[in-house]
């Protein structure tokens, strides 16, 4: 069974730091490319960070510059640090993978970005 397990949502002021987590099981998490996606109420879900398993990371300009991910192999784990948050950043935070040709979803993650 592939478990996706994230952590560390919570609400913040805008211009403030907020860093969500995903803890992995059941997967080889090494070899693992790892996504953290976003959806908003009435939006469709969005992708907002990725990262490889040689660590390479992609974001969409929407959070370049002010989001990072990464991960802990050991750990297999996978964070997503949230700098200079808006208001529109305010979303239910997914962490996914893709594993043997099937996609997984953790249940997600509140962010709340107050004005």
């Known amino acids: 069974q592939v478990y996706l397990v994230e952590s560390g949502g919570g609400l913040v002021q805008a211009g403030g730091s907020l860093k969500v987590s995903c803890a992995a099981s059941?997967?080889?998490?090494?070899?693992?490319?790892m996504n953290w996606y976003r959806q908003a109420p009435g939006n469709e879900r969005d992708l907002v960070a990725t990262?490889?398993?040689?660590?390479?990371?992609n974001y969409p300009d929407s959070v370049n510059g002010r989001f990072t991910i990464s991960r802990t192999n050991a750990r297999n784990t996978v964070s997503l640090q949230m700098n200079n948050l808006k208001p529109e950043d305010t979303a239910r935070y997914y962490c996914?993978?893709?594993?043997?040709?099937?996609?997984?979803w953790g249940r997600g993650t509140q962010v709340t970005v107050s004005s």
């Open positions: 996914h993978t893709r594993w043997k040709n099937r996609e997984f």
């Open positions: 059941g997967i080889n998490f090494s070899i693992a490319t």
């Open positions: 990262i490889t398993s040689s660590g390479t990371t």
